[in-house]
């Protein structure tokens, strides 16, 4: 039950969390999934819709959804989880991204995000398979990361 993903992925997707920083970045991973393991093999990034409060809640628009599926499909890949960073707070799942999460079977990448007003440095990064098959049976659980 692990999330494998290539290291110039892995980098890409923390550097992605220091650019943004203070705000949170936000992306959708494509690859492939094999029972419970998911290898990921492309990244893209995703506009954060949510301009109220962009520090602590994210969101990837539908359309976006729609055209990460289409591209996946091209070289035979799902989208397998999303990813976004935590400024200034741990790199654990909060409510809203409970609340929020609704792709059983996919990956949540949370990477905590740290620094001064303007520059920001990735520190740990976290993976939260959602399993179950409906909101009533819904739970993040910690999937371990292997960088290749
Ligand atoms: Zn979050």
New binding site residues.
């Given amino acids: 039950m692990s999330l494998t993903i290539p290291q110039p992925l892995y980098d890409q997707l923390r550097a992605h969390g220091e650019e943004t920083y203070p705000h949170?970045c936000c992306g959708i991973m494509l690859g492939k999934a094999d029972g419970d393991n998911i290898t990921v093999h492309e990244l893209l990034r995703a506009g954060n819709t949510r301009t109220d409060s962009a520090h602590?809640?994210?969101h990837i628009a539908p359309q976006e959804l729609i055209a990460a599926q289409r591209q996946g499909r091209k070289s035979g890949l799902d989208i397998v989880g999303f990813y976004?960073?935590?400024p200034d707070?741990p790199a654990q799942?909060?409510p809203?991204?409970f609340a929020e999460a609704h792709w059983f079977g996919c990956a949540y990448v949370?990477t905590s995000v740290d620094g001064d007003k303007t520059t920001g440095h990735a520190k740990i990064t976290n993976s939260f398979l959602l399993t179950g098959t409906s909101e009533d049976d819904k739970a993040f659980v910690t999937q371990p990361i292997e960088v290749s």
Avoid: A, C
Wanted: aromatic fraction near 16%; hydrophobic fraction near 15%; avoid cysteine.
């Fill in positions: 949170e602590n809640r994210y976004h960073s935590h707070h799942w909060s809203t991204d949370i």
